[in-house]
């Protein structure tokens, strides 16, 4: 092979993980624990890969804490964790019009806690639309409830069938013996399966091809050195880290063959917003003619915005860039710039990879 810190979430209840999981092939990203009552499990994300810890969230207001802190991330999961959030909202309610009242007030906190990922917003408005569909209309407290939570639990099932889909539509494009570049992690840890970009390097390299894969280091989390580094080297899959900055030398000297990343969300015509930094290395892909893809299920496309513009793009707390070199703030009047996303044009994009196919605009299959 060519030779993050996130804040912890001190407030809420967690419980370690078996320390011998932290070296284990089997890990989860979020999961519902018990029966409608019952709580969701998140894996701490800020935490990795140094400790393997548990969140067992109860309240609405902790998954969100949870979501806009990082601890649950990936435009796919924090869609899977809005969805259960809702479900969490209307514990120990048995009268339909509480749980009707309850959703109204918290569905939009939900919603909202982080705008550039769509899944969010549109796993929050189909449970949203069930509520007030004829098939909820007539039911009472627990009936409801029981409609919402299979609801939310089909959200999380169609998530892991996205995912094994986008992995098989994918394989081909990484050839044998070839040197795959992605950014942040679009991993198992992104989703509420294998991933969409790493769900296509795992189907690849199970259907036998050998190849080795080059992460970002996705400043200023560290999402690739913390978390897809922490992925790959569970599947033996070789791994190697390098610096953001570091990518163009990489492409000048021939050593990358495919991108592959996924994306938060990709307006009607295919430009796609994207960890911060995925725009330099389409950049990068397309002055060097190497292929240039973005991995992504049907319920990440906004159909009702035109191009990349008119997506939010979040702008993080100042504290992740200066934290990495101390706990202080810097004297002086500095001023820090953190923009969460960017945005990856249609024409820098080689194919987009989804779970009915590598599809192109205006992408008649999925609308």
């Not at 009268?95 to 918290?106: F, I, P, Q, T, W």
């Not at 959200?155 to 889909?165: G, L």
């Not at 790493?198 to 199970?206: D, G, I, K, P, R």
Request: hydrophobic residues 40%.
């Amino acid at each position: 092979m060519p030779s993050k810190k996130g804040s912890s979430l001190p407030e809420t209840p967690h419980e370690k993980a078996n320390p011998e999981a932290q070296h284990s092939d089997s890990f989860f990203t979020l999961k519902w624990k018990g029966d409608i009552d019952g709580t969701l499990l998140l894996l701490d994300q800020t935490l990795l890969p140094y400790q393997n810890v548990i969140l067992d969230l109860k309240s609405p207001q902790q998954v969100m804490d949870a979501i806009v802190k990082l601890a649950v991330r990936g435009a796919p999961a924090i869609g899977v964790a809005g969805a259960y959030a809702l479900c969490l909202a209307t514990r120990d309610l048995t009268n339909s019009s509480d749980v009707r009242v309850r959703l109204k007030e918290v569905a939009p906190s939900v919603r909202n806690c982080r705008p550039t990922a769509v899944n969010l917003a549109t796993m929050v408005d189909r449970m949203m639309n069930l509520l007030n569909s004829e098939a909820a209309a007539s039911l009472e407290g627990q009936k409801l409830r029981e409609l919402l939570f299979s609801e939310a639990s089909r959200i999380e099932r169609e998530d892991q069938d996205y995912c094994q889909r986008i992995g098989l539509a994918g394989a081909s494009v990484i050839p044998n013996g070839s040197t795959v570049i992605t950014h942040c992690n679009a991993g198992a840890l992104a989703t509420a399966g294998s991933g969409t970009a790493l769900s296509v390097v795992y189907q690849a390299w199970e259907e036998g091809r050998r190849f080795q894969v080059l992460a970002d280091e996705t400043r200023p989390l560290l999402q690739g050195s913390r978390i897809t580094a922490w992925e790959l080297q569970r599947k033996n899959i070789p791994v190697e880290v390098i610096c953001d900055g570091a990518a163009g030398s990489y492409f000048q000297r021939g050593l990358i063959d495919v991108v592959i990343t996924g994306s938060d969300r990709i307006a009607s015509n295919g430009d796609a917003a994207n960890k911060i930094g995925t725009y330099s290395l389409s950049t990068l892909a397309k002055a060097h003619g190497i292929p240039f893809y973005i991995a992504a299920p049907s319920t990440t496309f906004d159909f009702n915005i035109q191009n990349g513009t008119q997506i939010p793009i979040e702008e993080r707390p100042e504290e992740e860039i200066w934290s990495v070199v101390g706990k202080k703030r810097p004297i002086g009047n500095i001023k820090y710039g953190n923009p969460a996303f960017d945005i990856t044009p249609a024409s820098s994009i080689t194919g987009w990879i989804t779970e009915v196919g590598i599809i192109q605009p205006p992408f008649e299959e999925i609308r």
